[in-house]
């Protein structure tokens, strides 16, 4: 599955900005393309970094619902012969993205998370409301294709911050995942930038995200975040039902966690993801469905695994 994913992507890069048909008229939503990065959404933490997106494909400014899963699997010890455990991150998540100017966004994310661990001598369960996040972006380009521009042009900058909302418990960072928590303890900023070229139905965009941990009441610091990934999507439809298939790469980059200060062994790492997703609209309505794959990684050292994330959502257009 992951070499297809790989070459498909290889061959819709080479061919997505040929000359080809008109775009598909669009009277019910204005197309959005912009993937920016979750801020750790799924647990704010090292080994579960999102890049799942704040925004949908479809809908500019909206107010939705969207649950993601995430699945692990973790040695259960510090040992090369620690058995493996399956971890399970669940998020249902309340998010929005409202127009405060012509230039300006805000997008607002508000988690609630139930994770479940399988251990050989029972299972753990954790669930709470997460940290608040919520981030501007402004749009510091903007290009129109016309008779006389074949491609369309559009770069956003922004930043935002993370509220500890979210409960942090230091018994959780024991020998297995450290980021088996429903927050980070700690208020946690970010910036992030985005770059969108155009041309007819096919849409590329370019994303880039860093997140700097700051440290919580318990002494402990997760380590800071980079994210990055780029979206080819298409866009087409039947009637009145508006359809954008998607397909990407991302990757995230972890620093070491720290505990007073100083770096805890084997909690840096990175992954790196294929991606394919479509999202369905009509009326004021859409649904869409992402999921992820792991094509190369390294987490703490490689006591953590990752096995796949999947995402539905369901907005509403404003």
Not at 130 to 148: H, P, Q, R
Not at 189 to 213: M, P
Not at 260 to 276: A, Q, R, W
């Amino acid at each position: 599955m992951k070499k297809i994913l790989v070459v498909m992507i290889y061959f819709l890069v080479q061919n997505a900005f040929a000359n080809g048909p008109k775009p598909f008229p669009n009277p019910i939503f204005k197309v959005n393309p912009f993937t920016f990065f979750d801020e750790c959404d799924a647990c704010g933490c090292s080994a579960n970094g999102g890049s799942m997106g704040f925004s949908s494909m479809l809908n500019e400014n909206f107010v939705g619902i969207r649950y993601f899963h995430q699945s692990y699997k973790s040695r259960d010890g510090v040992f090369k012969n620690s058995p493996w455990i399956d971890e399970n991150f669940n998020t249902a998540q309340i998010w929005a993205r409202i127009p405060v100017s012509k230039k300006v966004e805000i997008t607002a994310l508000l988690p609630y998370h139930f994770h479940r661990r399988i251990k050989t001598d029972g299972n753990q369960n954790i669930d709470g409301i997460g940290d608040i996040t919520v981030m501007a972006f402004y749009n510091l380009f903007e290009s129109k294709i016309d008779s006389t521009a074949k491609f369309g042009h559009r770069i956003l900058v922004g930043g935002g911050l993370k509220a500890p909302t979210g409960k942090y418990d230091s018994a959780n960072n024991g020998s297995i995942n450290p980021s088996f928590q429903v927050g980070t303890g700690s208020w946690d900023y970010s910036v992030a930038s985005e770059y969108i070229i155009r041309r007819n139905k096919f849409g590329l965009n370019t994303t880039l995200n860093y997140i700097f941990k700051t440290e919580n009441d318990k002494n402990y610091k997760f380590g800071d975040q980079f994210n990055y990934g780029s979206t080819l999507f298409y866009t087409t439809g039947i009637e009145k039902v508006l359809i954008v298939p998607q397909i990407g790469i991302a990757g995230e980059t972890y620093s070491a966690n720290q505990d007073h200060n100083e770096d805890v062994p084997l909690t840096k790492g990175d992954i790196f993801f294929s991606k394919i997703g479509v999202e369905v609209g009509y009326k004021k309505f859409s649904a869409g469905v992402n999921a992820m794959l792991p094509i190369n990684q390294n987490l703490t050292g490689g006591r953590v695994e990752a096995n796949y994330r999947l995402a539905v959502n369901l907005n509403y257009s404003l």
